[in-house]
């Protein structure tokens, strides 16, 4: 657990907490994700840099991560029960409050930006399936073939959850979700979030990802705010909105705020990562999993990324 230096603008992103080790992830393949989340973290990192907004840089951050088959998002989804992609994510903007987010998408490229039109362009916060599609289709929003999502690796993993009888969905939290949090050179914060769901789930199952408040929040008064991990226990805990209520109302510090959640979940069963972003420039995380996908950058040239450890 973190948090980075104060500095004018920050960005965090994560890829997913879940049972990464350096025992179970052999080198090569952590060095992979490194480099993935190096280029994610680097766009929005560049947008910042350049004097864009909070908001512009977790968008641009979390399609690069969608469009990298090593994260459970866009690009590199797991599969359902059924054999298909279903795909989830949200934005807020902390300094409106505005907020946007989609669920069931099968054919938007990038679901983040789908959101962010949601948000944007209709009177609502949240469309799902074929009405979010024709809405992405409207708003010009990039469609592809469902093929587009489809990686052999996710599909030999639901395989082996079918033939293991591991239960409902992938418990184990092996495969993740993506997210990015921001503070821009004004002091806005912004967050956005998206994931491909579980292994193996079913009858349209969506969890905290998209849900403004339990996955993603963002309010310029507390912090922005990305979650990753049980999402039924995010969703019942309300962890995103509780984070940034517990800083506003109760006077936590960011760090504190979001260690006490991660507890109040851990108490209903669940475990996860959350990341986080503040108007004063400082970015945090923490995660009860043994590894989370992460990185961080700032104004003052920090910038890592890391899988393993606190």
Known sequence: MTETSASRWAIAIHGGAGAMTPETMDA????????????????????????????????????????????NA??????????????????????????????????????????????????????????????????????????????EARWQQLQELKAKKLGWFDAGLKYGTVGAVAVDASGHVAAATSTGGLTGKRWGRIGDSPLIGAGTYADDRAAAVSCTGSGEQFMRVGAAHEICARMRLGGEEPQAATEAVLDEVGVMGGVGGVIYAVPGGKTGFAFTTPGMFRGWADSEGLREVGIFGK
């Not at 690069?64 to 994260?71: K, R, S, Y």
């Not at 298909?84 to 490229?109: F, P, Y």
């Not at 990039?142 to 587009?148: K, T």
């Open 74 to 151: 866009g690009r590199g989804a797991v599969f359902t029960y059924h054999g298909t992609n279903e795909l989830d994510a949200a934005v807020m903007d902390g300094a409106t409050r505005g907020a946007g987010a989609v669920c069931g998408v099968t054919h938007t490229r990038n679901p983040v930006r789908l959101a962010r039109a949601v948000m944007e362009a209709s009177p609502h916060v949240f469309l799902s399936g074929a009405g979010a599609e024709e809405f992405a289709r409207e708003q010009g929003v990039e469609q592809v073939d469902p093929d587009w999502f489809a990686t």
């Open 28 to 71: 090569a393949s952590a060095a992979e994700h490194e480099a993935a989340l190096g280029v994610a973290l680097d766009a929005g990192r560049a947008v910042l840099d350049a004097g864009g907004t909070a908001l512009e840089a977790v968008c641009a951050a979390v399609s690069a991560l969608e469009d990298d088959p090593h994260f």
